[in-house]
């Protein structure tokens, strides 16, 4: 059978976490976590992702600084980050380890872009 992969959905939020995980479903599995501590015990080296994305709103630990983490295991899993507001070194810092941004509210287009362009790399 195809396996299309796993999508790591990081959002504290029940309620936006039920919103993002509708559409991404549709495309493949998805995986939750609530916390960055639940993420980092999902994000070992050898498993298998094809996207992360990550609600930085209420994030617990500092999002540029995960990014670089994330990149250090998995250097080339595309990555979405989902804020309500960002500041210039949010936006170049996420610029510089590749990771995409999307303000809220977020549009079920820029989720289904964003799978289906992940799906493909």
Request: charged letters at 20%; glycine letters at 6%; proline letters at 5%.
């Amino acid at each position: 059978m195809f396996q299309r992969g796993f999508f790591l959905l990081i959002a504290r939020d029940d309620g936006l976490a039920l919103t993002l995980g509708e559409p991404l479903q549709r495309y493949s599995v998805v995986r939750r976590a609530k916390c960055y501590r639940e993420a980092a015990a999902m994000l070992l080296p050898n498993s298998r992702w094809s996207g992360v994305v990550v609600d930085l709103d209420g994030f617990d630990a500092d999002p540029l600084e995960t990014m670089k983490r994330l990149r250090e295991a998995h250097p080339l899993v595309p990555v979405l980050a989902l804020a309500s507001q960002a500041s210039a070194e949010l936006v170049h810092g996420l610029h510089a380890w590749r990771a995409a941004l999307v303000l809220k509210p977020v549009g079920e287009v820029n989720l289904v872009s964003f799978v289906q362009r992940s799906l493909v790399s």
